[in-house]
């Protein structure tokens, strides 16, 4: 009877420690794949209105986060409320700063071009502008194709930057794996589960976690990194030094 009893209690305390490891895991206090993020030096945040008033300099002072993608526009005629402010405020405390667009099917690629254009900035020293392919998997490929590839080339001939294009896999086998219009592009991968894997593509950048902590942010936040040293990270964005490295 002992013997069951000790049995017993093993086998509550092990699913009472599970329950509240799941529940740090939900809350975000804890993440799973934080443990492949770390082998990754540079890290950094992607923002929009959901992260509401956002303080900059006590985000900077944690000397944690290097780089910050902020949401701009969605499709021909949306403006993120908090875009000014979160570019203004990210490009003071000199974080790497780039905006993103939301791609659509509703507005074509010129029309959503020239919404991204009249709303984000041209800064040689910002990252690449970043199209986010989060669209669901029901539409017409080569229309998809048509649009996506017409605002990259928008935004390229502007900013003299070819994008970088954010995907979940769902998105990425759909409508760009094996597509030759979009080979010349960096990748952005979303996987909150584990370490991604692409096949020979690769990716660029890796957004691992959707309920980061950080403070100076009192929402939920998006966690990423780049794949590659410190100093790789400056020479593939020739013009960071000057931002990241001035006092």
Known sequence: ??????????????????????????????????IFAKAYEVKGLD?????????????????????????????????????????????????????????????????????????????????????DLEISLD?????????????ADGMEAHYGKKPILYVTYDTYHTYVEDVSAFAPYEIWIRDIVKHPKLGERGWQFWQYHNRGHVAGIDMYVDINVFKGSRAAFLTQFSDAPSMLLAD
Do not use: C
């Not at 229309?143 to 605002?151: D, I």
């Open 1 to 34: 009877m002992k013997r069951n009893k000790k049995w017993r209690n093993i086998v509550i305390g092990g699913l009472a420690l599970l329950l509240l490891l799941g529940v740090l895991e939900y809350k975000g206090i804890i993440w799973h794949n934080s």
């Open 47 to 131: 923002v929009s209105h959901y992260q509401g008033k956002i303080n900059w300099k006590q985000i900077k002072a944690a000397g944690k986060y290097e780089f910050m993608f902020v949401k701009a526009t969605e499709g021909k005629d949306y403006t993120d409320e908090w875009f000014q402010a979160n570019w203004q405020g990210a490009r003071e405390q000199r974080f790497l700063t780039g905006a993103y667009h939301f791609f659509t099917t509703k507005s074509t690629g010129e029309e959503q071009t020239a919404h991204f254009i009249k709303t984000v900035p041209n800064e040689q020293d910002s990252l690449p502008p970043v199209i």
């Open 139 to 151: 539409h017409e490929q080569a229309g998809v194709h048509k649009e996506l590839k017409a605002l």
